[in-house]
């Protein structure tokens, strides 16, 4: 069967409607453009992101379903609060972020590839640069063994990948980021897709439109000054 997806034109801001995507693959919306900066915060501002494979073509997705998590509600077992007090990480804000993308795009054991080439570490670069993607990284001895990056909307962070190189240490940058994120006034966590490892973390699915709905109307709102300043993240356990 043919599918038809529409190219995206020159004007950084124009995508289709949401509800145009495909349901087969689920959320696949339009096909081309390019990865500068404008472009790509336009299209997470309408619940839209990039999500290709090196050599492939640029795709844009807004799937049926966004898995989330409300800030303030992520889930710490016990054994993860036990781990959490008896741990000597440390957790900081905007470190390092060309550190912690490039290691989350070192291919998985369960992965012969990665979907972050070169091009998307460079774009997220340069939106990092500008001031509108962040990185949580978890540190042991001086040393990077976990972390996290997204994109800021308003109230509204949309997390892109994280990593894990210590037992962990990808969960305590989920957590510290909900923490922190909710202390400064977000609203919602967007993980895109939902795995075992982000429910047993609390997250949840919820509706293209429910999620969208969320993200409009916080999506010019500022949170507290400072939030993503360089600075470390104490987790609370209570």
């Known amino acids: 069967m043919t599918i038809y997806l529409p190219p995206l034109s020159n004007d950084l801001a124009l995508f289709p409607e949401v509800s145009q995507a495909l349901t087969s693959p689920d959320g696949l919306l339009a096909i081309g453009g390019d990865l500068k900066p404008q472009r790509i915060i336009n299209a997470y501002r309408q619940g839209i992101f990039p999500w290709f494979s090196a050599g492939e073509p640029l795709l844009w997705w807004s799937p049926s379903e966004r898995a989330t998590l409300t800030a303030g509600n992520v889930h710490i077992s016990k054994s993860m609060k036990r781990f959490i007090n008896k741990n000597n990480m440390t957790i900081t804000v905007n470190h390092s972020f060309q550190s912690v993308i490039a290691a989350c795009a070192k291919p ?9 080439s070169q091009e998307m ?3 997220y670069t340069k939106l990092h640069q500008l001031g509108f993607a962040h990185s949580i990284e978890v540190w042991y001895e001086e040393k990077l063994v976990g972390g996290l990056y997204g994109i800021c909307v308003g109230k509204t962070f949309c997390g892109e990948s994280m990593f894990s190189q210590m037992t962990n240490s990808s969960k305590l940058a989920f957590i510290a980021l909900n923490q922190h994120f909710n202390a400064a006034g977000g609203i919602l966590i967007d993980c895109q897709m939902q795995t075992d490892h982000l429910k047993s973390l609390g997250v949840q699915k919820c ?3 429910t999620f969208i709905g969320i ?3 916080n999506k010019d709102e500022r949170l507290k000054k400072g939030c993503w300043n360089k ?3 104490d987790i609370k356990t209570l």
């Open 121 to 123: 570490i460079n774009a």
């Open 231 to 233: 600075q470390p993240i």
């Open 215 to 217: 993200l409009q109307k």
């Open 108 to 116: 998985r054991k369960s992965q012969a590839e990665t979907w972050i």
């Open 207 to 209: 509706s293209r439109s």
